[in-house]
């Protein structure tokens, strides 16, 4: 049996019992009806189940008042996996019978069948038959009293859909038998997923190209170094398309049956995957990796020993070492006594959405969606409704960066000859996402290449996005060593500092204010950075004052410590904190602004130890406007505290 990603593997054999319908006595005295009925029975006995249907089938059209054959043909049918038939024949066949605490297994069957296919009122009206057929601890009762609840949700969702139907991505798109798993990059240029041509073939990688008019493009391999004779698929990629994870099962070497690889891609190049490492992956089934926007954080399912269920969700990070950190179970409220599987983090980092069946639903596996709360918690899931949720088992889900569109697959309706529920075909659909549906936070992002303002090459820099309000890296990027591309994601809502910094450069200090602005759109942004030479200088625009004060507001603590550490990096290097005005008021009152200004910068660096002899300040009024003073936008620009290397 070939060993899947997007499912743990499952052993089972199955069975044919003839079981309390085949041995049923007939509710008739008819002669000819009992006969037909006796053979039926042997026929089942001897393993001839088409026989048996047949005969059964002549017994319902003779007599069609019977209820006994209907049932006996839907175990038969229920046992060789033709589900449909078989609930048309239970449903048709306890329709026509009273009753009967001995048909408890028969009442649960149509119950169990009517679930399958969204019958959600037979399905109820069936588990209350079973209920009531016997008492409380009776086999499949617990069972039947969760599916009710079920059944109650789905009919109210379905009474109350959120959003529309998902639609059926068109060509070049779902050209294999099965693809699924869809991811998009931040900018949403890039589509990845997983694909299979046939039932028989493994799973590669794929990915797919954005047009401008918002069409795919035709899909390709993502790389040969990334996909082998080995499965690989679940994938995941980073917001700025560099950082790829996926699943791979019976690899030599391997910590489990299936466990987690990563790539990098610099330039066009993916690099030979490496195994994640006993810290990340169990000697158990590890895949359906989610990553966050920047890749430092990893969400992914494994049936590893100790969890809530039978699948969980764990997460690791990656530290300042580059090692990724032991992975741990989410916990509780997202993983359950059930199946926690298909994580997805939006790239705003703050809601997390995944597929179980350990909450009430549509009665399978249904997309919940939770919110990052303070000190790392998450708020209860909350159910996505109908038409996202239905009666299928719901495979996994993507929202675009911009809450505007989301990703999921599909399997298709049943073909003649399909019994099994995972030789299905899959398909990747599309669908405009709802607001309750939608992340918390919506995210755009910047993105550009990293130049020397020198040589105007491109190079490798960190690229960092700090949240103004409380201090914290949100953010963690390096530039590709190629070309110089960088993204970052940034969320609506917040004010950010952002620093590009490579070694022997002068970071680049820029600032990005979204906490009150109706306009979100991506940016296009290049950077220069200055070598460390005499005489280059850098604009501080993370340092915030009130108007003709010169106190260093609390949000300014960000640019601060990373003034400070600057200079513990080069310490041989003398600067001067230089201040500057714009031309509204006196020259006296500007000169006396700009040098107390320039001083608070100096008396910080002094108390966190950076020695007298290395600094000085100097305040220059409005006598070296960057631009005219002619518009508030020009006058903010001249408004400004620059560090300039000695």
């Known amino acids: 049996?070939?060993?899947?990603?997007?499912?743990?593997?499952?052993?089972?054999?199955?069975?044919?019992?003839?079981?309390?319908?085949?041995?049923?006595?007939?509710?008739?005295?008819?002669?000819?009806?009992?006969?037909?009925?006796?053979?039926?029975?042997?026929?089942?006995?001897?393993?001839?189940?088409?026989?048996?249907?047949?005969?059964?089938?002549?017994?319902?059209?003779?007599?069609?008042?019977?209820?006994?054959?209907?049932?006996?043909?839907?175990?038969?049918?229920?046992?060789?996996?033709?589900?449909?038939?078989?609930?048309?024949?239970?449903?048709?066949?306890?329709?026509?019978?009273?009753?009967?605490?001995?048909?408890?297994?028969?009442?649960?069957?149509?119950?169990?069948?009517?679930?399958?296919?969204?019958?959600?009122?037979?399905?109820?009206?069936?588990?209350?038959?079973?209920?009531?057929?016997?008492?409380?601890?009776?086999?499949?009762?617990?069972?039947?009293?969760?599916?009710?609840?079920?059944?109650?949700?789905?009919?109210?969702?379905?009474?109350?859909?959120?959003?529309?139907?998902?639609?059926?991505?068109?060509?070049?798109?779902?050209?294999?038998?099965?693809?699924?798993?869809?991811?998009?990059?931040?900018?949403?240029?890039?589509?990845?997923?997983?694909?299979?041509?046939?039932?028989?073939?493994?799973?590669?990688?794929?990915?797919?190209?954005?047009?401008?008019?918002?069409?795919?493009g035709d899909p390709a391999s993502i790389s040969s170094f990334i996909n082998t004779p080995y499965n690989e698929g679940a994938g995941t990629i980073s917001g700025d398309g560099k950082t790829l994870v996926f699943a791979s099962c019976d690899r030599p070497n391997s910590v489990g049956n299936c466990d987690l690889y990563i790539s990098r891609r610099t330039g066009n190049n993916w690099s030979k995957p490496l195994n994640l490492g006993r810290t990340v992956n169990s000697p158990e089934w590890d895949s359906q990796p989610t990553l966050s926007a920047d890749g430092r954080t990893l969400y992914f399912t494994s049936t590893r020993r100790g969890g809530q269920g039978q699948e969980d969700i764990y997460v690791t990070t990656l530290g300042a070492d580059g090692n990724w950190s032991p992975a741990r179970n989410v916990g509780q409220p997202v993983n359950t006594p059930g199946k926690d599987m298909a994580p997805f983090i939006h790239a705003s980092g703050t809601t997390l959405y995944y597929v179980t069946d350990g909450l009430v639903g549509m009665g399978g596996l249904d997309v919940f969606r939770c919110e990052l709360q303070a000190a790392g918690r998450w708020s209860e899931p909350q159910n996505l409704g109908y038409p996202l949720n239905t009666h299928e088992n719901e495979a996994s889900l993507f929202i675009a960066s911009d809450n505007r569109r989301g990703f999921c697959s599909r399997s298709r309706a049943t073909e003649p000859g399909v019994r099994m529920e995972r030789e299905r075909p899959v398909e990747l659909f599309a669908f405009e996402v709802p607001p309750s549906v939608r992340a918390r936070e919506t995210s755009t992002y910047t993105q550009g290449r990293v130049f020397d303002a020198a040589t105007k090459k491109p190079i490798k820099a960190d690229v960092q996005l700090y949240d103004l309000n409380t201090d914290e890296l949100t953010q963690f990027v390096t530039s590709d060593a190629e070309n110089g591309d960088y993204t970052v994601v940034l969320n609506e809502g917040r004010q950010y500092a952002m620093y590009a910094a490579a070694d022997k450069y002068l970071m680049k200090s820029l600032s990005f204010d979204y906490s009150d602005k109706h306009a979100f759109d991506p940016l296009t942004l290049d950077i220069y950075l200055e070598p460390v030479r005499s005489g280059r200088s850098i604009v501080l625009n993370n340092l915030f004052f009130d108007t003709n004060q010169y106190e260093l507001k609390p949000k300014s603590r960000t640019e601060l410590n990373r003034l400070v550490g600057f200079m513990k990096q080069y310490p041989d290097v003398q600067v001067e904190v230089s201040g500057h005005t714009d031309d509204v008021g006196s020259d006296d009152d500007n000169l006396a602004l700009s040098q107390n200004r320039a001083k608070a910068v100096y008396t910080y660096l002094l108390s966190q130890g950076v020695k007298a002899e290395r600094l000085r300040f100097k305040g220059y009024g409005e006598s070296k406007a960057l631009v005219a003073n002619d518009s508030e936008a020009h006058r903010q620009q001249n408004r400004r505290i620059e560090l300039r290397i000695l």
């Open 1 to 216: 049996m070939r060993r899947l990603l997007s499912v743990p593997l499952l052993l089972a054999c199955t069975l044919l019992p003839l079981g309390a319908a085949a041995q049923a006595s007939l509710s008739t005295t008819n002669t000819k009806a009992r006969s037909l009925w006796d053979k039926a029975q042997s026929q089942a006995k001897e393993r001839n189940f088409d026989k048996a249907i047949e005969t059964l089938t002549v017994l319902n059209e003779k007599f069609p008042s019977l209820g006994e054959p209907h049932i006996m043909r839907g175990s038969l049918l229920k046992a060789m996996g033709e589900n449909r038939p078989a609930f048309e024949a239970y449903r048709d066949g306890l329709a026509k019978l009273p009753m009967d605490s001995n048909r408890a297994t028969d009442y649960f069957n149509l119950g169990e069948l009517a679930m399958s296919f969204g019958e959600y009122q037979i399905a109820a009206d069936s588990y209350k038959r079973l209920l009531k057929s016997g008492p409380k601890g009776q086999r499949n009762a617990a069972r039947a009293q969760r599916q009710l609840l079920n059944c109650e949700f789905a009919l109210k969702a379905i009474a109350a859909p959120v959003g529309v139907q998902p639609q059926r991505l068109g060509a070049p798109l779902n050209t294999f038998r099965f693809q699924y798993f869809p991811a998009l990059t931040a900018d949403n240029r890039f589509l990845l997923f997983t694909g299979r041509p046939t039932a028989e073939s493994g799973e590669d990688l794929f990915i797919a190209k954005t047009n401008k008019d918002g069409s795919i």
